[in-house]
């Protein structure tokens, strides 16, 4: 799960990590209002979306006085931002981070990951702070710190001077360098991250270290356990038809292609999408019913993909293990008698109860074009877009 | 012969008073498997169906001389469910729980170092050797004993989608197993690769990746070097957009990396051949075994 940078940088104050002032603003009044209060300019105006990159689109503004505030709030606010990491169609801008500006000495890079080739946590930092690691990692490989953590055992002071000789830091902050690491070692634990990312962590003049910056994304299977954060989802983030297929436990990705489909297991739902893909299609999700579907969420996954404007057809792929083809079959008629299919929708099944599946199918009455196999399946979809 | 089970395995269940443990303990049991435990805390001296309840693994196999472990466990508390049968001393865990947090599994991976325990999983369908063992959620019927072909993958269904093309063939799996589509997994590609190698019912091998990580990659280089048996690839993903989850918690394209197109690149050179049309899959393994 993603969050804010303004929520992660609530949890960074809860774990004593350096922060600089400030707080969140909606209406460029509330952004004003905030910046009278940090009693002093510059300050950094910041859209919040889920999407790095913000900087390169215009996302983030240095206003030297209140009418800079205003201005820079109203030109970010309401508005879809694109950065590389939106699309060309941007996410748009509902929060403001108003924060005090800083004199700054030095950037620097500072993550940590859950490795997953090695099981050990892998702290990332280098001194080409600001920049995006990837792009480091790549010109100037020499330029970058690992370090594993075995988490059996934790973070140990030997990890934090070996990333403070690393980034060639002053013996005057190795202290405070180490206590920053612990802890947002410590948070990463705590709160089950997938990514905790400083980019960048700054030195400031007056020889301090502040993060700057602050991405944190929470395991998705951890958040039975991490109730508080819990309350930092943020769905206008997310998709619409994403947060109506959560409410049912789907696992279901809109995408921008023509052909939905409807899968059992993850790996074969992807493999059923590069099937459509194959025939000259585009696929227009990814959903993934699982194992232990019930005709619940069979007829609320259907209906969702059938939800979908730009869907010109659909492909129903099951193989039956857990999930029995007449449970299947059942959901997928109930949804067809509530909202009514107008698309072709093909269907194929194979496994656990497939003759009953199929005679519930045959019965139902509706127009649905079976298919004896995937090839078969495919050659249907490729009639369909041929149309 | 086959590789990690075969029809000596004597299985217990962790969790197998729950609806899911139940169901496939059952499966299992009719297939042919030798269930001789359950593991419930706090129901220890009940039983499912004739299968004595133990509320410890040390219990169940000092009692019943178990050797193997599946577990059902919900995730909460699934790491502590495979850190119980390590300690239990059986030979092979296989973690079937989907869910479970990755810095639980991290914990598990470096607790499983020097110990003799397998760990088949998580998030896995589990391991078969058809005509001998199931241990796991798969159909057993899709499956043919007797091999030749080896099956290891990182999928559930796409699994059965692979085999079933085979046994419609005619050709036959010595064992098929899912590695599990978690980040952190027990047994990798390579441990599998290994043995299958070096099992001598097996003539040919199926590999089936999926976007995410390195382990096709690492898996490529491995073939290349060590494994002297054809080996088929296929991977799951190829329309899979960047940066999101994929239902697998591991199926995730990373900026540029773990893409579906860089890792048939990789396993193109290693000399696998790679199936670029699931729906031919079968044919594709028949013309080159």
């Known amino acids: 799960m993603k969050i804010h940078e303004y929520q992660a940088k609530e949890l960074f104050r809860n774990h004593h990590i350096p922060v600089p002032e400030g707080n969140v603003a909606v209406s460029p009044d509330d952004a004003c209002a905030l910046a009278e209060k940090l009693g002093g300019f510059p300050v950094v105006v910041k859209a919040q979306i889920h999407a790095g990159g913000r900087g390169k689109g215009g996302g983030v503004k240095l206003a030297r006085s209140l009418d800079e505030v205003q201005s820079a709030a109203t030109a970010i606010l309401g508005r879809p931002l694109v950065t590389p990491q939106t699309g060309p169609q941007g996410k748009k801008v509902r929060k403001l981070l108003v924060e005090q500006g800083l004199d ?92 905790l990312e400083i980019n960048p962590l700054v030195i400031t003049a007056q020889e301090t270290l502040v993060a700057l910056d602050a991405k944190v994304e929470i395991d998705d299977n951890a958040l039975f356990r991490q109730k508080d954060i819990l309350k930092f989802r943020d769905t206008d983030e997310e998709d619409p038809l994403e947060v109506e297929a959560s409410k049912y436990n789907l696992n279901y990705i809109n995408l921008d292609g023509n052909i939905g489909n409807m899968v059992n297991g993850a790996g074969l739902a992807m493999a059923t999408m590069d099937l459509i893909k194959s025939t000259g299609a585009e696929p227009a999700n990814f959903l993934d019913v699982g194992g232990g579907a019930d005709e619940e969420m069979v007829e609320n996954g259907f209906r969702i993909i059938l939800n979908d404007a730009n869907v010109k057809g659909v492909l129903i792929n099951i193989f039956g293990g857990i999930l029995r083809c007449d449970v299947l079959a059942e959901g997928v008629v109930q949804a067809a008698r509530k909202t009514g299919i107008n698309v072709p929708v093909v269907i194929r099944l194979q496994g656990t109860n497939v003759e009953k599946g199929r005679e519930i199918l045959a019965a139902s009455g509706l127009n649905l074009i079976t298919a004896e196999d995937l090839n078969d399946a495919a050659g249907k979809i490729t009639e369909i877009v041929g149309k | ?212 990580g390195t382990a096709e990659e690492e898996a490529a280089a491995y073939i290349a070097e060590k494994v002297s048996k054809p080996v088929v690839g296929f991977v799951a993903g190829l329309s899979a957009p960047p940066g999101r989850r994929m239902g697998h918690a591991g199926a995730i394209v990373s900026g540029s990396s773990g893409t579906a197109q860089s890792k048939i690149a990789v396993m193109k050179e290693a000399g696998i051949h790679i199936c670029d049309n699931l729906g031919r899959f079968g044919d594709f393994c028949a013309g080159v075994f």
Request: aromatic share 6%; with cysteine; net charge negative.
């Open chain 1, 104 to 195: 700054i000495d030095q950037e620097l890079y500072f993550s940590i990951i859950p490795d997953r080739s090695t099981a050990k946590i892998m702290i990332i930092a280098s001194r080409a702070g600001g920049m995006d690691i990837e792009e480091v990692a790549a010109k100037d490989p020499d330029k970058i710190i690992r370090v594993l953590i075995n988490p059996l055992t934790g973070i140990e002071p030997g990890h934090c001077k070996e990333i403070a000789a690393g980034l060639n830091l002053p013996d005057s902050l190795a202290g405070d360098f180490s206590t920053l690491v612990e802890n947002l070692y410590g948070l990463f634990i705590e709160t089950d991250c997938s990514l």
């Open chain 2, 1 to 212: 012969m086959s590789i990690f089970v075969d029809k000596e395995i004597k299985l217990l269940v962790q969790g197998i008073t729950g609806r899911e443990g139940k169901f496939h303990t059952r499966q299992c049991i009719e297939y042919g498997t030798q269930v001789v435990a359950g593991v419930t805390p706090g129901k220890g001296g009940q039983a499912m169906d004739n299968v004595p309840v133990f509320n410890t693994v040390q219990e169940a196999v000092h009692e019943t001389g178990a050797n193997c472990s599946m577990i059902f466990v919900p995730p909460a508390f699934a790491a502590n469910a495979i850190m119980e049968a390590v300690d239990g001393d059986v030979d092979v865990i296989v973690a079937i729980t989907e869910g479970i947090p990755i810095l639980d599994m991290m914990r598990v991976k470096n607790y499983l170092d020097g110990k003799k325990a397998r760990l088949i999983g998580p998030n896995c369908p589990g391991i078969i050797t058809p005509g001998q063992c199931k241990i796991g959620i798969m159909p057993g019927a899709i499956h043919q004993p007797g091999g030749p072909i080896g099956v290891v993958s990182r999928s559930g269904t796409l699994t059965y989608e692979v085999v079933y093309q085979l046994t419609m063939k005619g050709i036959g799996q010595s064992t098929c197993l899912g590695i599990g589509g978690d980040p952190v997994t027990g047994t990798d590609f390579i441990d599998c690769l290994k043995a299958f190698n070096e099992d001598s019912e097996t003539k040919g091998i199926v590999l089936v990746g999926e976007i995410g």
